[in-house]
């Protein structure tokens, strides 16, 4: 009965000794690029040019920077569209659109560092999407159609514009 004893509680010291609480929401030790949108966004390089992405005049695309290890994060508007609060419904009615206007930020211009964005273009035309990230080592984005970080001033620089039709 000692024996067992003294087996459960060296057991227990095991149990209690060998756990190390891990952190998941500490920075990564890796760098990588990518993002989510509402909308499929068509990557553009230089030898590759889609047609641009089309969103109906009046509603929202949602995009989500979901890259590692930035260490810089900036997403850049063309001048017409807005960055909208969260909170807003872009669904509606067939034929009819919602009134987003209420939802505008108006603490952002064309530029934010956030890192999920909700852009209404509210006319038809022309737009672009930008997404700039930095890292300190080489990324590339490795979607249908590859895009690789440029060295600049000693940093790894990505960036990415997005062409939009808006209908």
Known sequence: ???????????IGFFFTGCEKESITGTPSYSDVTWYASNGLNVTTATVTPPPTEIVAGKALSVYDLSQGALTHEWKISTGASFLLPGFKNASPVGTVNDLTAFIDPSKGLTTTDYTVFILFPTAGDYTVTLRDTFKEKVTYKGSVPVEAVL???????EQTFKIKVI
Not at 1 to 11: D, N
């Open 1 to 11: 009965m000692k024996k067992l004893i003294i087996i459960v509680l060296v057991s």
């Open 152 to 158: 600049i001033d000693g940093v790894w620089v990505f």
